[in-house]
């Protein structure tokens, strides 16, 4: 089993950047493919980004190929996504998530992780 903490929420004006961290704890982080999803108020919880154990594959929804970037340093047991050129439209709560599927794959449906952080909120004012 894996925890997850988010970090580095907060609100900024439309244009601008943020980094989000994800520290994990307990079993070892490189043994599972991350996700970061999003959920505004009023709509489901979203896939923005997925990247494999390894950190050599990634998938961006389209809405955030461009602008976001997922990586991930298991050496730090941290994952990350870099979101610049912020809308308010990507105002949301912002969670990471780990997959206990494992293999060399990563994952794009919420119910393919088991593992959840508590979520940052994020708000791009315009």
């Known amino acids: 089993q894996v925890q997850l903490v988010e970090s580095g929420g907060g609100l900024v004006q439309a244009g601008g950047s943020l980094r989000l961290s994800c520290a994990a704890s307990?079993?070892?982080?490189?043994?599972?493919?991350m996700g970061w999803f999003r959920q505004a108020p009023g709509k489901e919880r979203e896939l923005v980004a997925t990247i494999t154990r390894n950190g050599g594959r990634t998938y961006y929804v389209d809405s955030v190929k461009g602008r976001f970037t997922i990586s991930r340093d298991n050496a730090k047991n941290t994952g990350y996504l870099q979101m610049n050129s912020l809308k308010p439209e990507d105002t949301a709560v912002y969670y990471c998530?780990?997959?206990?599927?494992?293999?060399?794959?990563?994952?794009?449906?919420?119910?393919?992780?088991?593992?959840w952080g508590q979520g940052t909120q994020v708000t791009v004012s315009s």
């Open positions: 998530a780990a997959s206990g599927r494992g293999g060399s794959y990563y994952f794009t449906r919420v119910y393919d992780y088991d593992y």
């Open positions: 307990g079993r070892t982080f490189s043994e599972y493919p």
